[in-house]
Every structure is written in structure tokens, then in C-alpha cells.
């Protein structure tokens, strides 16, 4: 047996403690995976650009569809409310449909979500034309649109819930997909500033003939067929985006399996995975927070335009006032990713109750300098209640699946449920507020509108965000915080350098 070491005395020499050295090649392999995780600003650049076409499409259809109902295609309000719940309902419906073909799609040599990016593309740019096109019979232009947009509708969900998951499948790292997100986001915007701007120049001349004059009695005015002339031309310039947006896509972007799910094994059910998903309570969290603030600036956009043409003296400045919403929300996104990373997602939410008090002051003192302010405060407090659930989406993906380790095709299940609960919501909204108009006595293609009409639209245009918002807000901030997994030290400091977890 061994003698028991000598007690160290004064002096004498200590030895040395035994210091493991490094692995010279795990430090190598830790480097080279943390560069293989890093995104090209090539690649972030072309990713944004793949979602260029829905976001014009869909800035065009919130700011101008329902202007272009009720006074070109002159339908009833209630015809209108129609088209619009029909349509986002279709969406909506379309989210779980997509989901679960998604979710039992096999990855080809493109990947296995590119590929329902690019089949899509044609038959979207086609049902979007047809959505602004104005058909010769009179009697039954409401089913011809509700019909196009419900098309347009559920295959742009086909298109949304592929390219909205591919963030997941693009790098392992957080923070790369927080960057590559920052980047969808901004080119997103400013493609949709672009969009905008050249839809609403090219369709300006539509209604340059509805000023209301005090000599003019009420009632239907009579539309130039120039007027539905330069709508095909707007359509037809937005539909071109599909293709050459998805072709950018394709070629810029490389789709990779996802290094957070096991590369074998069957995965879940839809039914499965979807039950599982929506009983997750930092999901359960976001998703109903942002039922209520996604519908709330789904009111703001659609309502603008007519506040402004029918009760208001701002039918002028049109053009401008999206112009300048759109134009702040694109300057603001990059602030608002540096606030998001600086303060915490959660704290970064606030910036959403800024248009509030602007909006009131809207409805109150509808005057050109005033409007113009809340256009800018509305554009930033867009810029983040749109930044904010795409960003936290990936980190409540990656808490699941440290949580319960199930097999891949999980992602596209939160991404198509999170778009099917909120396009639900603003179809319940657009739907009643529109259907609103028609008991207030709302007059398809009438040049002034009546007093209860007025009153009508400065509630859907301050009263019904701000209920919705804060509400929104509230439940985001008070509501049940997840507890972290009993899980070892190790585990613990992998999941917050993994997931860096802010919504609680």
C-alpha cells in the first residue's frame, strides 16, 4: 500500500495542481461549426427578398382592397364584409391544411420547404391579378372576388408557411436567425414601401374625381373605365414580384436539416404535434397576445385610407400618409432589432402602445399636420408588432424541443398555427367593423358619405385599435411565466446560450 503523501510544511514546495489542457481539437471543431453557422449577408439579403412579393401583396390589399370594392367595383359594404372575412378565413383554414402536407413532405435535393415556396408562385401571381380585375357582369362581382380572394388567400399561406419556417432550417445559432430575421424584416418593409408607393401612384388617377363638393347631392358616382384600367396595371406589376422574388430565393438560400431535432426516427403526428404545440404556455402566451395586436393594425391599415377619403379633408394626402407609415417602419426596423437584442424582446413590446394616444388624437383632430405625425408613430409601432412574433417564434421552438426532444417537421406546426390563429382574428375584425359600415348606411361608390358613416370610421380608426392593442399588451406582459426544465448545471447554461428565452 502506498504511504499517504506528507503533510506540505512551510517552505517546502507546493505541488503543482493538475490543470487540464485543452483539446486543441475541440476548440477547432467549436470554431469551425460557429463559422459554418454564420449567415452571408448574401444569404440574409436573398432571404429577405423571398417574402417581398406577399408583403406588397398584401400592403396593397390592406390599404387599397376594400377602397377599390366600395367605390370601383362598387359592391355593398355588406358584400365587402363578405369578401374580406372569406377570404382571411380561407388563409386561416389554409395554415393547419399547409401544416400537416408540410409537415409529411419528404426533403428533396432543394429541401423540403423550398420547394412549396416555388410550386405556389404561379398560382398566386394569377389569383392576385384576377383579384383586381373587374369583370363585366354587375350582379355577381361579390362571389367573382370572394372567390379570388379566398384563392389568393389560402395560396399565399401555402407560400408564408414554408418561407416563414425556412428561418428554423437556415443556422443553428439564435442569434444568426434574430439577424436573419432583422433582415427579412427590413427588406420585407421596404419591398412593401416599394410595392405601395408604385400601386398607389399608378391607381392615384382612380379617384381623383371623388372630392366632394357642397353643391353635390349624395349618391353613387359613375366610374371612368380608365379608373379599372390602371388597377389591372397595378396588378400586374405586383404579380410579376412572385417570380422574380422566388427565383432570388431559390438561388441566394440553402436550405439545411435542423440540428436541433434527431436526424432519424419518425416524427409526430400533425394531430400530435399540433395538440402538443398549443398546450405550450410561452406559445399559448404569444399567440393570444398577438391575436389581439396583429388585428388591431389590421384595422389601422384598412381604415386609413378610407378615414381619409370619406371622413376627413385628407383625400389628398393619401398617398403620402401610407408613404410615410411605410417609410417608418422600414427606418425603424433595424432600431428596433438593436432594442430587441439591447432591452429584452419582452421590453421591446412597449414601443407597440405608441400608437395609442396618436390614434385618438387622429380621430379627434383630423388635420393634415396631425395625421401626418401619427402615420410616423404608426409606421414604428408596425415596424416592431411586426418584428417581434417572427423573433420570438424561433425561441419558443427551440424551448420545445429542449423540452420534450420530438422528431423534425415541429416548426412548420407552430409557424402555421401562429398564422392561423392571427389571420382568424383580423378576419373576425375586418369582418365586423366592415359589416359596421353597412348599419351606420355606408353608400358604395357615393362621393360624401352620411354623418353616422363618419362617426363610424373615427371609432375603427381610434377606438378599435387602442381596446385591441392594449389588451394585446396586458395579456403578453401578466401573463403565466414557463418554468425552466429540472435540468443539470451544464444543461441549464446550454439552454440559455441557446435559446436566450425572453418571453417570460
Known amino acids: 500500500?502506498?504511504?499517504?503523501?506528507?503533510?506540505?510544511?512551510?517552505?517546502?514546495?507546493?505541488?503543482?495542481?493538475?490543470?487540464?489542457?485543452?483539446?486543441?481539437?475541440?476548440?477547432?471543431?467549436?470554431?469551425?461549426?460557429?463559422?459554418?453557422?454564420?449567415?452571408?449577408?448574401?444569404?440574409?439579403?436573398?432571404?429577405?427578398?423571398?417574402g417581398v412579393p406577399n408583403q406588397i401583396a398584401s400592403s396593397a390589399t390592406a390599404f387599397y382592397l376594400?377602397?377599390?370594392?366600395?367605390?370601383?367595383?362598387?359592391?355593398?359594404?355588406?358584400?365587402?364584409?363578405?369578401?374580406?372575412?372569406?377570404?382571411?378565413?380561407?388563409?386561416?383554414?389554409?395554415?393547419?391544411?399547409?401544416?400537416?402536407?408540410?409537415?409529411?413532405?419528404?426533403?428533396?435535393?432543394?429541401?423540403?420547404?423550398?420547394?412549396?415556396?416555388?410550386?405556389?408562385?404561379?398560382?398566386?401571381?394569377?389569383?392576385?391579378?384576377?383579384?383586381?380585375?373587374?369583370?363585366?357582369f354587375t350582379s355577381l362581382r361579390g362571389l367573382w372576388y370572394t372567390t379570388f380572394y379566398c384563392l389568393f388567400q389560402g395560396l399565399a399561406t401555402f407560400f408564408q408557411v414554408p418561407y416563414t419556417a425556412l428561418t428554423m432550417l437556415l443556422t443553428p445559432c439564435p442569434r444568426e436567425r434574430d439577424s436573419a430575421t432583422a433582415y427579412r424584416m427590413t427588406v420585407e418593409m421596404a419591398g412593401t414601401l416599394m410595392g405601395a408607393?408604385?400601386?398607389?401612384?399608378?391607381?392615384?388617377?382612380?379617384?381623383?374625381?371623388?372630392?366632394?363638393?357642397?353643391?353635390?347631392?349624395?349618391?353613387?358616382v359613375t366610374i371612368s373605365p380608365n379608373a379599372a384600367r390602371l388597377?389591372?396595371?397595378?396588378?400586374?406589376?405586383?404579380?410579376?414580384?412572385?417570380?422574380?422574388?422566388?427565383?432570388?430565393?431559390?438561388?441566394?438560400?440553402?436550405?439545411?436539416?435542423d440540428p436541433s431535432t434527431p436526424a432519424s426516427g419518425p416524427g409526430l403526428s400533425f394531430l400530435a404535434g399540433l395538440g402538443l404545440t398549443t398546450r405550450h404556455p410561452p406559445y399559448l402566451k404569444l399567440v393570444i397576445s398577438f391575436l389581439f395586436i396583429s388585428a388591431a393594425v389590421q384595422v389601422e391599415q384598412s381604415y386609413l385610407v378610407l378615414f381619409c377619403t370619406h371622413a376627413s379633408q385628407l383625400h389628398d394626402h393619401v398617398q403620402g400618409l401610407v408613404l410615410t407609415v411605410l417609410v417608418s417602419a422600414v427606418l425603424s426596423t433595424p432600431l428596433w432589432e438593436w432594442v430587441l437584442q439591447r432591452f429584452g424582446k419582452k421590453t421591446s413590446a412597449f414601443g407597440i402602445s405608441a400608437m395609442v394616444p396618436f390614434a385618438i388624437l387622429l380621430a379627434a383632430v383630423p388635420t393634415a399636420p396631425v395625421a401626418y405625425v401619427v402615420a410616423?408613430?404608426?409606421?414604428?409601432?408596425?415596424?416592431?408588432?411586426?418584428?417581434?412574433?417572427?423573433?420570438?417564434l424561433p425561441d419558443v421552438v427551440d424551448d420545445f424541443q429542449l423540452q420534450h426532444h420530438h422528431g423534425?417537421?415541429?416548426?412548420?406546426?407552430?409557424?402555421?398555427?401562429?398564422?392561423?390563429?392571427?389571420?382568424?382574428?383580423?378576419?373576425?375584425?375586418?369582418?365586423?367593423?366592415?359589416?359596421?359600415?353597412?348599419?351606420?348606411?355606408?353608400?358604395?361608390?357615393?362621393?360624401?358619405?352620411?354623418?353616422?358613416?363618419?362617426?363610424t370610421l373615427k371609432v375603427l380608426i381610434g377606438a378599435v385599435p387602442t381596446c385591441m392593442i392594449l389588451a394585446g399588451l396586458c395579456i403578453l406582459m401578466v401573463g403565466s411565466t414557463p418554468k425552466m426544465p429540472r435540468q443539470d448545471a451544464s444543461s441549464r447554461l446550454s439552454l440559455r446560450r441557446r435559446t436566450s428565452y425572453s418571453l417570460a
Open 66 to 136: 376594400q377602397l377599390f370594392l366600395l367605390d370601383i367595383a362598387q359592391i355593398p359594404a355588406a358584400q365587402v364584409s363578405l369578401v374580406l372575412f372569406g377570404g382571411k378565413v380561407s388563409g386561416a383554414a389554409a395554415d393547419p391544411v399547409a401544416g400537416f402536407f408540410i409537415n409529411r413532405s419528404q426533403r428533396t435535393g432543394s429541401g423540403r420547404l423550398m420547394p412549396w415556396v416555388l410550386g405556389c408562385t404561379p398560382f398566386i401571381a394569377l389569383a392576385y391579378f384576377f383579384l383586381w380585375f373587374l369583370p363585366p
Open 197 to 220: 408607393t408604385v400601386h398607389g401612384l399608378i391607381v392615384s388617377g382612380a379617384h381623383k374625381h371623388h372630392r366632394c363638393e357642397a353643391t353635390v347631392t349624395p349618391g353613387p
Open 231 to 257: 388597377y389591372y396595371i397595378a396588378a400586374a406589376v405586383v404579380a410579376v414580384t412572385y417570380p422574380v422574388c422566388s427565383s432570388l430565393l431559390c438561388l441566394g438560400v440553402k436550405e439545411r436539416p
Open 408 to 455: 423534425p417537421g415541429l416548426e412548420t406546426i407552430f409557424y402555421s398555427s401562429y398564422v392561423f390563429f392571427t389571420k382568424l382574428s383580423g378576419a373576425c375584425a375586418l369582418g365586423i367593423s366592415t359589416l359596421s359600415l353597412e348599419f351606420s348606411g355606408y353608400k358604395a361608390g357615393a362621393c360624401k358619405q352620411a354623418e353616422e358613416v363618419v362617426v
Open 1 to 50: 500500500m502506498a504511504a499517504p503523501p506528507a503533510p506540505a510544511t512551510e517552505g517546502s514546495p507546493q505541488p503543482e495542481p493538475h490543470v487540464r489542457e485543452p483539446d486543441p481539437g475541440s476548440a477547432r471543431r467549436g470554431r469551425e461549426d460557429s463559422r459554418a453557422s454564420r449567415l452571408s449577408f448574401c444569404t440574409k439579403v436573398c432571404y429577405g427578398i423571398g
Open 376 to 392: 410616423f408613430v404608426s409606421g414604428v409601432s408596425i415596424a416592431v408588432s411586426l418584428l417581434l412574433p417572427w423573433s420570438m
